[in-house]
Nanobody
């Protein structure tokens, strides 16, 4: 019913920048929170940043000051601008959204993207 399609991952040198994008499509009435998680090899998935439809953003301590999350509501798209990348940022990054479907009554579902690999290495 709803798909999240991510783009923008790749290989970058330490200190470099990347911008991830995630577009939602399907039977969408509204989108509550959108965010980015990451999974480092051998570890669990962790929150990187989240942005509600209204209100303040939330960041993991490890990325504060380096990453910026933003969203374009008319396009149902969320972005993650990643600057000053470090080797420890290497991970698969997943887009997440809490989506209200076009059902009556409105049903909210948690949706995940397929993941995009970010590799920070010289």
């Amino acid at each position: 019913q709803v798909q999240l399609v991510e783009s923008g991952g790749g290989l970058v040198q330490p200190g470099g920048s990347l911008r991830l994008s995630c577009a939602a499509s399907g039977s969408i009435f509204d989108i509550n929170t959108m965010g980015w998680y990451r999974q480092i090899s051998g570890k669990g998935r962790e929150l990187v940043a989240a942005i509600p439809s209204g209100g303040s953003t939330n960041y993991a301590d490890s990325v504060k000051g380096r990453f910026t999350i933003s969203r374009d509501n008319p396009k149902n798209t969320v972005y993650l601008q990643m600057n000053s990348l470090k080797p420890e940022d290497t991970a698969v990054y997943y887009c997440h959204a809490r989506v209200g479907l076009t059902t009556f009554p409105i049903k909210y579902v948690e949706v995940w993207g397929q993941g995009t690999l970010v590799t920070v290495s010289s």
